[in-house]
């Protein structure tokens, strides 16, 4: 069954069992790999993407879910964004199975997020190496020289 969305702002339209995972497809049949699956259980955020906006667990999002809708990823920043060099300056990546997933959701917490919306927003993505505060400055860094 074809499904069309757009990942990262191109129209793509993938042919695939309804009930496959939107993480299997954006890495196996698009080549994006920077979309990690850390547990498969929608538990640690390393495979958060922005669906329409939102930050999702791709791995609990059936194909059909995300037809018609936009999709981004970290490809989708291509190495521009204030927050990947704010994440690499301050810290706030280590082994980099969380990072993708992390920045996505700090991402959608827009310009200057207060301490309170980062710990909201980011509690779905688990670090086990960094500790939080690193990312916390690192996203803290990144508002102050963002010009979104």
Not at 33 to 43: F, L, M, N
Not at 72 to 82: M, S, V
Not at 85 to 100: K, W
Request: aromatic letters at 2%; proline letters at 5%.
């Amino acid at each position: 069954m074809p499904i069309t969305l757009t990942i990262n702002g191109t129209r793509t339209r993938i042919t695939a069992h309804p009930m496959t995972r939107l993480l299997d497809v954006l890495r196996e049949d698009c080549g994006l790999t920077g979309t990690k699956e850390g547990c498969g259980e929608g538990e640690c955020g390393a495979c958060t993407v922005l669906l329409d906006g939102v930050p999702v667990n791709s791995c609990l999002v059936p194909l059909a879910q995300a037809d018609g809708t936009h999709v981004a990823t970290i490809e989708g920043l291509r190495g521009r964004h204030p927050l990947q060099r704010a994440f690499v300056e301050h810290g706030g990546a280590q082994c980099g199975i969380c990072t993708p997933g992390m920045i996505m959701a700090a991402v959608a917490l827009g310009r200057k997020p207060s301490m309170d919306a980062m710990r909201v927003g980011l509690a779905g993505n688990l670090c086990r190496c960094t500790g939080y505060w690193a990312i916390y400055r690192s996203i803290r860094s990144a508002a102050g020289a963002s010009k979104r």
